[in-house]
């Protein structure tokens, strides 16, 4: 079960900290990723964290957001700063139970489990 938290409304150029509390997985090294859906659009993969702790971001939000994990609290967070309008979606994190390679890790195809979404609304 994969459990998003932080959402919320805030004005463009500000940040948030989104939060996805897991119960975890067989293997220390699983796969996780964040993805953000607007509406009518698809589901962006927008940062992705292997197995291994490579990381791997979307264009459209490198440089802004930064994805962590401790592994220990079975938390994963993505952590976004200069916020935009069209950062607006519902921010959804999803988890495979083993490893993946890093440039796998922002396809939906690649994960098993899914959370049910925060919303982030930039105006």
């Known amino acids: 079960q994969l459990v998003e938290s932080g959402g919320g409304s805030v004005q463009a150029g500000g940040s948030l900290r989104l939060s996805c509390a897991h119960s975890?997985?067989?293997?220390?090294?699983?796969?996780m990723g964040w993805f953000r859906q607007a509406p009518g659009k698809a589901r962006e993969g927008i940062a992705g964290?292997?197995?291994?702790?490579?990381?791997r971001y979307s264009d459209s939000v490198k440089g802004r957001f930064t994805i962590s994990q401790d592994r220990t609290k079975n938390i994963l967070s993505l952590q976004m700063n200069s916020l935009e309008p069209e950062d607006t979606g519902t921010y959804i994190c999803?988890?495979?139970?083993?490893?993946?390679?890093?440039?796998?890790?922002?396809?939906?195809?690649?994960?098993?489990?899914w959370g049910q979404g925060t919303q982030v609304t930039v105006s």
């Open positions: 964290i292997s197995g291994s702790g490579n990381i």
């Open positions: 999803a988890a495979r139970a083993d490893g993946c390679a890093t440039w796998s890790t922002l396809r939906t195809d690649v994960y098993s489990y």
């Open positions: 975890g997985y067989p293997s220390s090294r699983h796969c």
